[in-house]
């Protein structure tokens, strides 16, 4: 697959300007690791507080580099001035790509996506950071479904090395190749991936939580299922990972992969992750998951 993501990276331009709807969560982490490249970008919200919030992450993010001496407060500035917010598409038509990120849902990625193609130029990359909605489901709300593909970030961004782009049924080489591009200008390490349910790193943890689950249902104690994992190699076990994800976010996640694979992702009854989240206990996001958070 590094292969095939290298072959792609041959075929494509630089990207000039990038742009990524939403300033969440994901969107100010895109934006910053966009920024702290070399590669501008807008940052676009419908919510001038999330916009606030976003830029704020990225100072945060440019002022650790500036304490632990790795930049200069001079190169801050200008990491800094590679992000535009801005609340409406008027600066959209000299874009390259531009990464949805808004909420996890598929009516309003629809709208926005349309809306987003009415405003941009006929060769802009249209990509989404959806962990679970289908990148040709979504394609059907565009006018020019080939220009669209998935690019699925980790959370958090600035961290996680690798990228999932996705392609759709509909999508070209050309939109691949240039999503492979940017995530390469990212500092990133693209891998491209069939559109199916999980994609390909969530097939290979839920079905990891899904044992997890099981585990604890037969009275396994997840503090000692985690330190077995950290001791097996791993950063972290999967009950501190579950708090990271969010119970919200997993429970979700694993509906859509028992959706797509009934066989075997499908459970009769409630799982002890299911359990947590009828709780409230939804990990770091609520200071409360398997673990507490102070
Ligand atoms: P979030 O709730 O933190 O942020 C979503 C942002 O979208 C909000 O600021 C909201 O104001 C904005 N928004 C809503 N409608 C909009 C519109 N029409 N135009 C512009 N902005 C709009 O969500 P998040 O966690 O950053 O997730 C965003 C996407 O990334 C989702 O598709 C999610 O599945 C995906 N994702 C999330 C994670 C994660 O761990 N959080 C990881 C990978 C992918």
């Not at 990276?9 to 934006?31: D, N, T």
């Not at 939580?209 to 396994?220: I, N, T």
């Not at 791993?234 to 009934?262: I, S």
């Not at 409630?270 to 958070?293: E, P, W």
Request: hydrophobic share 40%; net charge neutral.
């Amino acid at each position: 697959v590094k292969k095939k993501a290298k072959g792609y990276e041959k075929q494509a331009s630089e990207i000039k300007q990038a742009a990524v709807l939403g300033a969440g969560i994901m969107g100010g982490g895109i934006a910053y690791q966009s920024a702290s490249k070399g590669t501008p970008i807008l940052m676009k919200d419908i919510n001038g507080e999330a916009i606030e919030l976003g830029l704020k992450e990225a100072r945060k993010l440019f002022g650790k580099g500036v304490e632990r001496g790795k930049l200069t407060t001079e190169k801050m500035a200008q990491g800094l001035s590679n992000i535009r917010p801005t609340l409406s598409y008027g600066d959209f038509g000299n874009v390259d790509l531009v990464v949805e990120a808004v909420v996890e849902n598929p009516k309003v990625k629809a709208s926005v996506l349309a809306e987003l193609e009415d405003n941009v130029a006929e060769d802009a990359i249209l990509t989404s950071n959806t962990s679970t909605i289908s990148i040709t489901r979504l394609a059907e709300s565009l006018k020019r479904p080939e220009n669209f593909c998935g690019m699925h970030f980790f959370n958090p961004v600035h961290r996680m090395p690798l990228v999932e782009v996705i392609r759709g049924e509909k999508s070209s080489d050309a939109a691949i190749a240039a999503t492979v591009a940017y995530a390469r200008q990212m500092g990133k390490t693209p891998i491209v991936v069939n559109d199916c349910p999980g994609f390909l790193v969530n097939r290979v943890l839920f079905p990891y939580f899904g044992g997890f689950s099981l585990l604890v249902e037969k009275g396994a104690d997840y503090q000692r299922v985690d330190k077995v994992m950290e001791k097996f190699g791993w950063p972290m076990g999967p009950a501190y990972l579950l708090d990271v994800v969010g119970m919200d976010t997993a429970v979700h996640a694993n509906a859509v992969m028992a959706e797509g694979f009934p066989d075997r992702m499908a459970r009769d009854g409630k799982t002890a992750i299911q359990v947590m989240y009828d709780n409230q206990r939804l990990g770091q996001k609520n200071d409360l998951g398997f673990y507490r958070y102070e």
